[in-house]
């Protein structure tokens, strides 16, 4: 029996490719882009079921008797659902594995406003409780719990949250139950969602929530940019990620990695780690273009950003976390950046956010480390950087190279730093003085 386990999981490591270090995490997109998309021997449309595309006929039956029957594909090759073009009214429903989700050109699967169409599941440990208020969440529109080999996808096809009473009931307090995401994969490995536009999220489009080797490809992620704390996509304790030729539009942030909430997210420890980022067109308007934390307690390492445009936010890139977090941002390579019309380019803010109850302890210093940031060039900037560290635990090694920011006019300051260390090399304008010194020297001097 043992020797039958033992064979298994060298089978199952020798398939799982390994990256050392954060320059492996440059590789990631090439490596789950290499996989080729299963074709699946066996289709069915979601019309065979019942479904009809009227945009008013609630079809959540229909999803989930489709993906009821496709399970038993699933030692088969697995199977397609085919979503033709029509509007499909649904609440939420889940999904199966070796399954591929295909949704055809024209084809919207429209999100129920009805909260009674939405199952609701317990809080995520390493979290606690909802992000929005304590207690309970609504299930995802789309869940995949458990599940490898999973493809949503399609010639553009669109799935439409209808946010707009969510973000009205998060706004006026009236939300039973957190809001609920439009795609979740949660402790699923292989993942594919490509081809697809998504609107209106009542808060995240695509969450990756304990999951691992992630593909995300080819997506356009749209919410008004007044919608309360909507996020494009959140890799959250999940590694092996790739998130490439995307462009995400929202409200707050349009991409943010996170690892779970104080003592939650530190008894839980499962990390963020090893994400690719490259190819994205970002904008978060009240929030930020790319954004670390600030639930970061599980920590967040080895994460390569390359290539983004990042343009009309409140701020560009984001380091947020705060005493209590634990955990650790580091080894974070950020470069190949344009930006537009933003308010502050970088920051990192070492006291953002709050705990998710009186529980939390204090002593729990967060650790923000080895954050190189490179080729970045912005025009109509507020402010450069406001970089505040922990004074018990001051961010450390923050390395800028080859930094031109041009200034929107009236603006007078550029850069605001404290408890922060690092080195600088070609940095417009001129940096503080913290980020001039060697950082390690500085850094050690410091503590
Ligand atoms: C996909 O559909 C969206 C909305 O229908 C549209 O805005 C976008 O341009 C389309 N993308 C492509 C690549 O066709
Ligand atoms: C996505 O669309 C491109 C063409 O636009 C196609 O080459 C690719 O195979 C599609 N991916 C999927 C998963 O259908
Ligand atoms: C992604 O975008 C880049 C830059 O626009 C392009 O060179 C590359 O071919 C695209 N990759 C895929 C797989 O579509
Ligand atoms: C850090 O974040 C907190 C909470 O959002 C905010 O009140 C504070 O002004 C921020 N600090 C800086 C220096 O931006
Ligand atoms: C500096 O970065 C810009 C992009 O912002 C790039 O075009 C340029 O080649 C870089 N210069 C050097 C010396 O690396
Ligand atoms: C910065 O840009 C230069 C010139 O394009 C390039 O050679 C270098 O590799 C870039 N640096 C990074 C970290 O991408």
């Not at 594909?73 to 429903?93: I, M, N, R």
């Not at 909260?115 to 609701?120: I, Q």
């Not at 356009?220 to 539009?249: E, F, M, R, W």
Request: charged share 15%; glycine share 10%.
């Amino acid at each position: 029996m043992s020797q039958v386990v033992t064979i298994l999981i060298l089978a199952l490591t020798s398939v799982i490719p390994i990256y050392a270090n954060v320059h492996g995490a440059g590789k990631i997109c090439d490596e789950l882009g290499r996989r080729s998309l299963s074709t699946r021997p066996h289709s069915v449309s979601i019309t065979d079921f019942g479904a009809v595309g009227d945009g008013k006929t609630l079809n959540t039956l229909a999803f989930q008797n489709a993906v009821f029957y496709l399970m038993s594909f699933a030692d088969k090759g697995g199977a397609q659902l085919y979503v033709p073009p029509g509007h499909w009214l649904t609440g939420s429903f889940s999904l199966t594995s070796h399954l591929t989700l295909f949704l055809e050109n024209g084809a919207v699967i429209v999100a129920s406003q009805d909260p009674s169409h939405w199952e609701v599941v317990d809080p995520l440990p390493s979290y606690g409780r909802g992000i929005d208020l304590p207690g309970k969440r609504y299930k995802s529109l789309i869940n995949g719990n458990k599940l490898h080999d999973v493809v949503v996808t399609g010639d553009n096809g669109t799935i439409d949250g209808q946010g707009l009473v969510w973000w009205d009931r998060f706004t006026s307090h009236s939300l039973k139950y957190n809001r609920p995401h439009l795609i979740e994969f949660l402790s699923s490995e292989n993942v594919i969602v490509s081809n697809l536009t998504f609107l209106n999220a009542p808060a995240y489009s695509i969450y990756s929530i304990y999951s691992s080797h992630v593909y995300i490809h080819k997506i356009l992620a749209h919410s008004s940019p007044k919608s309360p704390y909507t996020i494009g996509i959140v890799p959250d304790s999940s590694d092996y990620v790739c998130i490439q030729n995307s462009t995400i539009n929202v409200g707050y942030d349009a991409i943010s990695l996170k690892s779970g909430w104080d003592e939650y997210g530190i008894a839980y420890s499962r990390p963020t780690e090893n994400v690719h980022i490259r190819n994205v067109y970002l904008r978060g308007a009240s929030g930020s273009s790319i954004s670390f934390g600030s639930e970061m307690s599980g920590g967040i390492s080895d994460v390569v950003v390359d290539n983004a445009h990042i343009h009309y936010s409140l701020t560009g890139i984001a380091f947020r976390t705060t005493k209590g977090r634990g955990g650790y941002i580091k080894e974070i390579d950020i470069s190949n950046i344009d930006m537009l019309r933003i308010g502050t380019a970088i920051v990192a803010n070492g006291s953002f956010g709050s705990h998710p109850d009186d529980k939390y302890d204090v002593n729990a210093l967060p650790l923000v480390s080895h954050i190189r940031l490179s080729n970045i060039s912005g025009e109509n900037i507020g402010i450069a950087g406001k970089l505040f560290g922990i004074k018990e635990s001051p961010f450390s090694s923050v390395t800028l190279s080859n930094v031109s920011l041009s200034m929107s006019s009236g603006s007078s300051v550029s850069w605001q730093c404290s408890y922060v260390y690092g080195s600088s090399e070609s940095v417009i304008p001129e940096p503080c003085p913290e980020l001039k010194r060697d950082a390690d020297a500085y850094g050690r001097a410091a503590v």
